[in-house]
């Protein structure tokens, strides 16, 4: 990755190449802030800049993700008691490849694992470990980019310590999060934080207009749309991807003003909860966060305040508008306290075809309810 194929993050890029104009590279850095604000394509471009200043002929190929010294880890599934993420390199190169900027949530749906647990084992540690325990290929420095390292299991946290504890001469470790909160506070302690701010507006902006033949006003829209998250934008280009959340959404909103009148629609409500029970757990907080925002968006539009909702779902005839109108400050504590109770039930492995059935079933009460 070079530094001007990143969006923005102008700061960051000038203090990570400073750091190493002044021989000052942390051995264990992490990278906190969302894929689409570019967590994953800073980390690249940092250790390319680092094996390329070792040997100007690594560049091209630490570019193409094949420099024997930069090794990745990265959440999988397990599959024959193999937690270990190397056998799904060649998945994991081809999408960072086509888009450096893709989310776990792209992650999972490439793996076409839906419905798996995706996470960094102690035995993929434990195999980093052994590689790190050799002498680099090209004589300079070893680099690991642990891709989403706030999906590591408690025992692979715990080995990743020791592993930051008694590092092995010229060696560097990224990690890359969305945020801390998982961490333990031992590995924080250890490692040196750069925390990723969102784009700035222009910037994802700029990116539109170089990449694409969009009218001004689609750009605008896109940008106003997306929050300064360059992932989302890239994914607005292409909307066929992005439909499964707003297709269920706005099944789930129009079988809840059903059953009011027609009981027999809750069985709709069943299947659809059966259907997304189906997704791991990521995919369904993810949408229980997406129809968290589309119900505060919603709120935004009935109070006539329009200028500030940066998304709305205008497919499929739905008419977001009227839809609006329907929630209120009588209806909207209740809807997102449920949602919120969902999530934490989720996250503490509830049955989520109860947990799903239970949350689409109260909407139908809560839609209804007068201002």
Partial sequence: MNWDHIAGQRTIKERLKNSIDENRVGHAQLFAGKEGYGTLPLALAYAKEILSRENPASGAKAEHLNHLDLHFSFPVFTEKSNSLSKRFF?????????????????????????????????????????????????????????????????????????????????????????????????????????????????????????????????????????????????????????????????????????????????????????????????????????????????LLQNYGLPNLVYRKIDSGGFNWEGFSKFIHGANIESILDEISEADYHLQRNGNAKIIWTDLGIKLSRYIHKSV
């Avoid at 540690?125 to 090209?138: G, H, P, R, T, Y």
């Avoid at 506070?185 to 170089?210: G, H, M, N, V, W």
């Fill in 90 to 298: 060649p998945n994991f190169r081809e999408m960072i490849l086509d888009n450096p900027y893709a989310d776990f949530d792209d992650w999972s749906t490439y793996l076409e694992s839906e419905n798996k647990q995706l996470f960094i084992s102690a035995d993929e540690i434990d195999e980093q470990n052994a590689k790190f325990a050799l002498k680099s290929f090209e004589g300079g420095t070893k680099i690991l980019i642990v891709w989403r390292a706030d999906k590591m299991n408690i025992s692979a946290s715990n080995k990743l310590l020791k592993f930051l504890e008694e590092p092995p001469a010229k060696t560097l470790i990224i990690l890359t999060a969305e945020n801390t909160d998982s961490f333990l506070p031992t590995i924080l302690s250890r490692t040196q934080i750069t925390e990723i701010p969102r784009l700035k507006d222009e910037d994802i902006a700029q990116y539109l207009k170089t990449k694409t033949n969009l009218s001004e006003e689609r750009s605008k829209e896109i940008v106003h749309q997306v929050q300064g998250n360059l992932n989302d934008a890239i994914k607005s280009l292409h909307p066929e991807g992005q439909s499964e959340y707003e297709t269920l959404f706005v099944q789930w909103v129009r079988d809840a003003f059903q059953v009011k009148k027609k009981p027999e629609y809750l069985k709709n409500i069943i299947l659809w909860a059966r259907n997304i029970s189906s997704w791991n757990r990521e995919k369904q907080k993810n949408f229980l966060q997406f129809c968290s925002e589309m119900f505060r968006q919603a």
